[in-house]
Nanobody, 118 residues
Framework: VQLQASGGGLVQSGESLKLSCVTS????????IAWFRQVPGKEREQVAC???????RYLDSVLGRFTISRDRAKNTVNLEMNSLKTEDSGVYSCARKYFCASPTRLDWGQGTLVTVSS
C-alpha cells in the first residue's frame, strides 16, 4: 500500500493550490481517503475526507474553500484549496481509512508542505 502526496508550495494569501494523493496497492473505491494538516506545536487535524460511498467531510474552517475529489482513472484523491489563508499553512498528508468519522488511519503517505504568506 502506498499513498504519495504532492502539490504543496509557497503561495500568497487568497491564492489557490491543488494537492494530489496518488494511491496504489489497494482498491480505492473500498476505502475512505482523508487529508490531514500538521502544524508544529499543534495536533494533526483532519481537513477533508472522501468516503467510499461518495460523501465528503470538511473541517469547519475550510468549508466552502476546499474541495476533495476522486479521480478513479488515476487512483488519485485531490484536494483543491482556494482562498488560502496563512492559517492553512502546514504539512499536508493523505491517509487511508475505513471510515471518515473513524480516528483509525490504516496507512499514511509522505506529506507535502503548504506555506501561505500574507
Amino acid at each position: 500500500v502506498q499513498l504519495q502526496a504532492s502539490g504543496g508550495g509557497l503561495v500568497q494569501s487568497g491564492e489557490s493550490l491543488k494537492l494530489s494523493c496518488v494511491t496504489s496497492g489497494f482498491t480505492l473505491d473500498e476505502y475512505s481517503i482523508a487529508w490531514f494538516r500538521q502544524v508544529p506545536g499543534k495536533e494533526r487535524e483532519q481537513v477533508a475526507c472522501s468516503s467510499s460511498d461518495g460523501t465528503t467531510r470538511y473541517l469547519d474552517s475550510v468549508l466552502g474553500r476546499f474541495t476533495i475529489s476522486r479521480d478513479r482513472a488515476k487512483n488519485t484523491v485531490n484536494l483543491e484549496m482556494n482562498s488560502l489563508k496563512t492559517e492553512d499553512s502546514g504539512v499536508y498528508s493523505c491517509a487511508r481509512k475505513y471510515f471518515c468519522a473513524s480516528p483509525t488511519r490504516l496507512d499514511w503517505g509522505q506529506g507535502t508542505l503548504v506555506t501561505v504568506s500574507s
